[in-house]
């Protein structure tokens, strides 16, 4: 079933378009069997004179299909299976929605649990282990499958795709260059500009703030901009749209392919008051009631099978009951900046779509939009101001968290760029509704099953009908790298 995925999109994308043969080049190699191609040689002839000479010059292989396709893949971050209002949850993802509205949905996508390793196998097709992302790039080992180092024997989905004649950049979150690689002295062929990137704007990291974030463009650093209205998830639609409009500028025969992966909604949390704001009341029950909630809607959409059973909650899951009284204003505001922060994030999907749909390439533009690269994330713990404290195992309490808030303003100040907050793991546990577990554990599907939408008006017929293939992330590259091949 898992072949379902890349046959439809193989089938359609470039029908039996054949590659055509090249006189001047060694038809050993031209059939892109190994890349990069061959150059072409020269058609010229030189003579004892000039005279004698013949100048022709060369012209290089057409090897796209007619009317390629653009690509636009979109990898949300640490978001779950049951967070989008689009298919049961209660954050609101209006463009998500959009998109299914006009293509299709997978409910059987599935991811690694975490960053790196997803990242790796998208990107390159195959199984992540296999291309040395058994783990996030700064827990790398030397043990094969684990060093962190994407083989160059594993072409990257943007390296074929560049070599073939396409445009290629990547915006955002970049988790796949060795830690040790990734300041300003390089070396920089691990970096996306490596990977067969043309252009990269982003950070090198599993994370960072969106109001001071610490970036680069192509491999060039990147002062963060002291601008109160700032934040990196729309920085990122800017730029991403500066770079389409140099692409119709310059280069508008050609198709491109696009990786736009916003550090959206890893933590830290952070969003304008106003985002979270639209959210105030709608937690007030707790994780416990918005699972079961959710879970009915699902089920009501067909998102999930009618006879499906929501799974129990962990023994070392804390229950919404369990917190006490003077706290849970506390939790429930996380959980709001963090709504907030998943609804930001699709707006500003909604404001790229619109900016390919302005520069007329909509139609014949294929939109991968990956609700996640794992599941919720529950590595606030217990709720934290400083998610850094958690992952650190600093002994604090919520008490004294508390209390270093009140010295700075509040619960006001959730979300803003005074701390890096991120919410209990109840909430992610409820985010992955209706399974059990989060982000980090495999064994489970709240780990790593996420919703997938694909959207290409020129080529899908619309159909809101879920498809339940099994499917992995590795199944995105495969049908356009065989299709040219």
């Keep these: 079933m898992r072949v379902f995925l890349q046959a439809f999109v193989f089938a359609i994308l470039f029908g039996a378009a054949s590659i055509p043969a090249y006189a001047a080049e060694d038809k050993t190699l031209a059939d892109g069997s190994v890349l990069p191609f061959p150059p072409t040689a020269s058609a010229s002839v030189a003579g004892p004179t000039l005279q004698e000479s013949k100048h022709v010059r060369r012209v290089e292989p057409n090897r796209l299909p007619p009317d390629a396709p653009n690509i636009l893949i979109v990898l949300l971050d640490d978001v779950g299976f049951g967070l989008p209002d689009t298919f049961g ?33 998208l990107l390159t097709g195959r ?85 001071e974030p610490r970036l680069f463009e192509n491999t060039n650093p990147v002062e963060p901009p002291h601008d109160p209205k700032y934040h990196l998830t729309e920085d990122m639609v800017d730029k991403a749209l500066g770079w389409l409009h ?91 900046v963090f709504a907030g922060f998943v609804e930001h994030t699709d707006a500003q999907v909604g404001r790229l779509v619109d900016g390919i749909e302005k520069l007329g390439l909509r139609d014949n533009t294929i939109i991968f939009y990956i609700f996640g690269d794992n599941g919720s994330s529950a590595e606030g713990q ?43 793991a109840g909430w992610a546990w409820a985010g992955d509704t209706p399974f059990r577990y989060t982000k980090l554990i495999a064994s489970h599907f709240g780990g790593t099953r996420n919703p997938l939408v694909i959207s290409w008006p020129k080529r899908i017929k619309p159909d809101r009908t879920p498809r339940p293939q099994f499917h992995h992330v590795n199944d995105i590259a495969p049908p356009f790298t065989k299709s040219l091949a």
């Design 382 to 424: 217990n709720g934290t101001i400083s998610e850094l404290l958690a992952q650190n195992m600093i002994s604090n309490t919520i008490e004294q968290q508390l209390a270093a808030l009140d010295k700075i303003g509040g619960l006001d100040v959730l979300g803003t760029a005074k701390v890096e907050n991120m919410y209990h």
């Design 127 to 211: 199984n992540h282990q296999r291309v040395g992302s058994g783990t996030i790039a700064e827990r790398a080992l030397d043990w094969d499958g684990y060093t962190g180092v994407i083989p160059k024997s594993a072409a990257t989905v943007a390296e074929v795709l560049r070599d073939y004649g396409y445009k290629t950049a990547a915006f955002g979150k970049w988790h796949n260059t060795p830690a040790t690689e990734t300041t300003a002295m390089g070396p920089f062929e691990r970096w996306p500009t490596g990977y067969g990137f043309d252009y990269f704007y982003g950070f090198l990291a599993g994370e960072t703030s969106q109001y």
């Design 89 to 121: 949850g209660e954050i609101a993802t209006p463009n998500l929605t959009r998109l299914a509205n006009e293509g299709i949905s997978y409910n059987t996508f599935h991811t690694t649990s975490i960053c790196s390793p997803t990242r790796a196998a």
């Design 246 to 336: 140099r692409h119709q500028a310059f280069a508008p025969d050609k198709p491109f392919l696009m990786y736009w992966a916003p550090g959206a909604a890893h933590g830290p949390h952070q969003i304008f008051k106003e985002w979270a704001d639209k959210y105030k009341g709608k937690f007030d029950g707790g994780w416990d009631a918005y699972r079961e909630r959710v879970f009915a809607r699902q089920k009501k959409l067909g998102w999930i099978p009618p006879n499906a059973k929501l799974t129990t909650r962990a023994e070392t899951m804390a229950a919404w009951d369990s917190i006490p009284a003077a706290e849970r204003p506390f939790q429930r505001r996380l959980m709001e």
